[in-house]
């Protein structure tokens, strides 16, 4: 396992160099310059090549990004901001812990509401419970997220005033955008987890386990939720990680300083450091996301354990 876990380590470097220079060439491929965008189209010729000179602009594009590849990998260091003139970590620092913040409150309770509801409606099958289910759910899935926030918005913060329509201050903050981006990803959990514990519970170790038997709930949580899990962990752990790259509606709707709108902000402004830093920061995350949810697998199903062991040795 521990090799396993070195090994993605190990693959996250050129993953990461790739998106760098992806990301790269799509900004020094759109139009502008930082000098003209700070300093206006009505400034001196001199003065806007000057401002870009000290940003270091007006080299070649492979010599722009091996200079910003060294610092990086060299001395730690991911730029400074065109715009704020304030090192990109603390920007992205500044911002992510209310990405993070909504990231984990949303991604709860959409799970929490999803697989609860979607286990409760696979075994409750064609009852009435699981045709209010599958209908809310279809319903949650269509409508758009932009949509729902402004309608909480102006329900709930700006009709009943109950809660504050924007910032990121307290806990009270969080609850409408919550709502907003959980509603969506708890649709789409409940008809999967509902799908694969309908597929798991049709398996037949489940009616060996009734032959034999075993409690109804007993089968459920023992046998059948660890299998359907699977597709559903996977699910739930890239929604986390791409909730990490700023639920930038939400955070838009709600004038929430995270890492969505600190992304659209800067890429407006042409400020490359934030941009180049933020992709680079959220990209290592989202691998870091993905390789903790194939570990999990090894937790969950003990034959992709062995898989992992037997891997290890057979290369040894």
């Known amino acids: 396992m521990l090799r396993f876990i070195v090994k993605r380590l190990l693959y996250m470097l050129p993953v990461l160099l790739g998106v760098a220079f992806l990301v790269f060439t799509?900004?020094?491929?759109?139009?502008?310059?930082?000098?003209?965008?700070?300093?206006?189209?009505?400034?001196?010729?001199?003065?806007?090549?000057?401002?870009?000179?000290?940003?270091?602009?007006?080299?070649?594009?492979?010599i722009r990004f091996v200079n910003y590849i060294s610092d990086i990998v060299l001395h730690q260091d991911l730029g400074l901001s065109y715009q704020s003139r304030e090192p990109v970590i603390q920007s992205i620092m500044s911002r992510f812990p209310n990405t993070l913040t909504l990231t984990v409150l949303s991604m709860s309770v959409s799970a929490m509401i999803g697989i609860g509801l979607g286990i409760l409606?696979?075994?409750?099958?064609?009852?009435?419970?699981?045709?209010?289910?599958?209908?809310t759910a279809l319903i949650f899935a269509c409508i758009p997220g932009f949509w729902l926030g402004l309608m909480l918005l102006m329900l709930f913060a700006l009709k009943l005033d109950w809660l504050p329509p924007y910032g990121a201050g307290t806990l009270w903050h969080f609850i409408?955008?919550?709502?907003?981006?959980?509603?969506?990803?708890?649709?789409?959990?409940?008809?999967?987890t509902r799908s694969a514990m309908l597929e798991t519970i049709r398996q037949e170790y489940i009616r060996t386990a009734r032959a034999k038997g075993a409690s109804e709930r007993r089968i459920i949580v023992r046998h059948a939720l660890k299998n359907a899990m699977m597709p559903v962990i996977t699910t739930l752990g890239t929604s986390f990680g791409a909730s990490l790259g700023g639920a930038i509606i939400a955070e838009t709707i709600f004038a929430m300083p995270g890492m969505g709108t600190l992304i659209t902000t800067a890429i407006r402004q042409k400020d490359i450091p934030v941009v180049m830093g933020s992709t680079l920061f959220l990209a290592a995350l989202f691998s870091i996301i993905i390789l903790i949810v194939d570990v999990l697998y090894a937790f969950i199903d003990p034959r992709i354990k062995a898989k992992y062991q037997n891997g290890g040795k057979s290369r040894e």
């Open 176 to 192: 409408l955008p919550t709502i907003t981006v959980s509603m969506t990803s708890a649709a789409g959990l409940l008809r999967l």
């Open 26 to 62: 799509i900004l020094s491929l759109t139009p502008g310059d930082p000098g003209t965008i700070i300093l206006g189209i009505t400034a001196k010729p001199e003065d806007i090549a000057s401002l870009n000179a000290q940003f270091g602009y007006d080299k070649p594009f492979f």
């Open 121 to 135: 409606s696979a075994v409750r099958q064609y009852s009435v419970l699981d045709h209010v289910c599958v209908i």
